[in-house]
């Protein structure tokens, strides 16, 4: 079974970050919610709680397959400051594993240098981020070398989707995406 680790930051989106939980564990896949400090209980852009499982400082890399990041800005931002997100992300990339980032989170990845050319995010994000390859609405999710990346909270499903295609399979894939209606998310 793959294991997922999705940092939480007050500010975050959580749309996306809930979507991702929730999508990745249908599929099958192990999700480890880690908060950026000790307090366990983590506010959401819109003042959802959610209670992540580990602080980030505690979270081993290497027993992990991949890296989440939801957007949101204040969320964002502070994965972009954390010492120990940025750490796991350089060492995640330096090993070819699988980083994936929607919304406003490319921006961290930018951040760490681990973005690659081609990148989707919020419109707009992009003028923070600052770098060539934005691929705008071209499609849901953009995928370069071991980095996915996606729009928002719209996107959500087709993201963490993709997600389950990469780490769990097609047919995993296909069994999630038709039991949450999500028939519209194709050619991920």
């Given at each position: 079974?793959?294991?997922?680790?999705?940092?939480?930051?007050?500010?975050?989106?959580?749309?996306?970050?809930?979507?991702?939980?929730?999508?990745?564990?249908?599929?099958?896949?192990e999700v480890l919610v880690a908060s950026l400090?000790e307090n366990s209980l983590v506010k959401g852009?819109?003042?959802?709680?959610?209670?992540?499982?580990?602080?980030?400082?505690?979270?081993?890399?290497?027993?992990?397959?991949?890296?989440?990041?939801?957007?949101?800005?204040?969320?964002?931002?502070?994965?972009?400051?954390?010492?120990?997100?940025q750490k796991i992300l350089k060492k995640m990339?330096?090993?070819?594993?699988?980083?994936?980032?929607?919304?406003?989170?490319?921006?961290?990845?930018?951040?760490?240098?681990?973005?690659?050319?081609?990148?989707?995010?919020?419109?707009?994000?992009?003028?923070?981020?600052?770098?060539?390859?934005?691929?705008?609405?071209?499609?849901?999710?953009?995928?370069?070398?071991?980095?996915?990346?996606?729009?928002?909270?719209?996107?959500?499903?087709?993201?963490?989707?993709?997600?389950?295609?990469?780490?769990?399979?097609?047919?995993?894939?296909?069994?999630?995406?038709?039991?949450?209606?999500?028939?519209?998310?194709?050619?991920?």
């Amino acid at each position: 079974m793959s294991k997922v680790l999705v940092p939480l930051a007050n500010g975050f989106e959580e749309i996306e970050a809930v979507t991702i939980i929730d999508i990745l564990r249908r599929g099958g896949v192990e999700v480890l919610v880690a908060s950026l400090d000790e307090n366990s209980l983590v506010k959401g852009a819109n003042n959802i709680v959610v209670q992540a499982d580990a602080e980030i400082k505690s979270v081993d890399s290497e027993t992990l397959d991949m890296i989440v990041l939801p957007g949101g800005w204040d969320g964002t931002y502070a994965l972009a400051d954390d010492a120990n997100v940025q750490k796991i992300l350089k060492k995640m990339d330096a090993k070819g594993k699988n980083i994936a980032a929607i919304c406003a989170a490319p921006y961290a990845l930018n951040r760490a240098g681990v973005l690659k050319e081609k990148y989707t995010c919020y419109p707009s994000v992009e003028d923070e981020i600052k770098r060539e390859g934005y691929q705008g609405d071209s499609s849901m999710v953009v995928h370069d070398a071991n980095i996915m990346t996606s729009r928002g909270p719209a996107t959500a499903i087709c993201f963490a989707l993709a997600i389950v295609k990469k780490l769990a399979g097609e047919d995993v894939y296909k069994s999630v995406r038709l039991g949450v209606l999500a028939t519209y998310c194709e050619d991920l």
